[in-house]
T-cell receptor, first 113, second 115 residues
């Protein structure tokens, strides 16, 4: 039973344009949502997070939007850069549940020059 | 500051063999986790620990065992390796559930092939 879903396995975007990655979840108890970036042969690295009490969080080029009523979050990357070519994972957690993260399958982003 | 260190990086096992995947962190994190990632799939939790001497099962624990005798180390044991255990294994750590905003620190992974 996959509680976190990333329905787009890949995304291709031109350098300088916006990348929008989407994530849906089913567990209404999730109270923290995170995005990780992963390069080949490396572990995932934390990118940005948002608490369930907020609807937007911004950090430089990265903005995460949360729509709790739709159980949907998205990551916007503006502008996209070649170093953003990676796999992006959405993850969610119930903090009171030993902080176990549930991950989506990931979206592979390719930034074209 | 090394963060989370996993060894080995690669390993090929024959069916029925056993091995231990090592994980060590030097950040004094209480929480540690083992995940596996299969192709086209998200990371799935195998086992986790909230402190030395305390371990618990995750989503996919069958075929694995763990121990946590120290804060720093959290080895994952595979007994009687099976082809279904071919995967990339990631160890991660976190200071506590209260640091939800920062997530985990991951190791670089162990790529295991069972033939």
């Amino acid at each position: 039973d996959q509680q976190v879903k990333q329905n787009s396995p890949s995304l291709s975007v031109q350098e300088g344009r916006i990348s929008i990655l989407n994530c849906d979840y089913t567990n209404s108890m999730f109270d923290y949502f995170l995005w990780y970036k992963k390069y080949p042969a490396e572990g995932p690295t934390f990118l940005i997070s948002i608490s369930s009490i907020k609807d937007k969080n911004e950090d430089g080029r990265f903005t995460v939007f949360l729509n709790k009523s739709a159980k949907h979050l998205s990551l916007h990357i503006v502008p996209s850069q070649p170093g953003d070519s990676a796999v992006f994972f959405c993850a969610s957690s119930v903090l009171s549940n030993d902080y176990k993260l549930s991950f989506g399958a990931g979206t592979t982003v390719t930034v074209r020059a | 500051n090394a963060g989370v260190t996993q060894t080995p990086k690669f390993r090929i096992l024959k069916i029925g063999q056993s091995m231990t995947l090592q994980c060590a962190q030097d950040m004094n994190h209480n929480y540690m986790y083992w995940y596996r990632q299969d192709p086209g799939m998200g990371l799935k939790l195998i086992y986790y620990s909230v402190g030395a001497g305390i371990t618990d099962k995750g989503e996919v624990p069958n075929g694995y065992n763990v121990s946590r005798s120290t804060t720093e180390d959290f080895p994952l044991r595979l007994e009687l390796a099976a082809p279904s255990q071919t995967s990339v294994y990631f160890c991660a750590s976190s200071y506590s559930a209260g640091t939800g905003a920062r997530g985990y620190t991951f190791g670089s992974g162990t790529r295991l092939t069972v033939v």
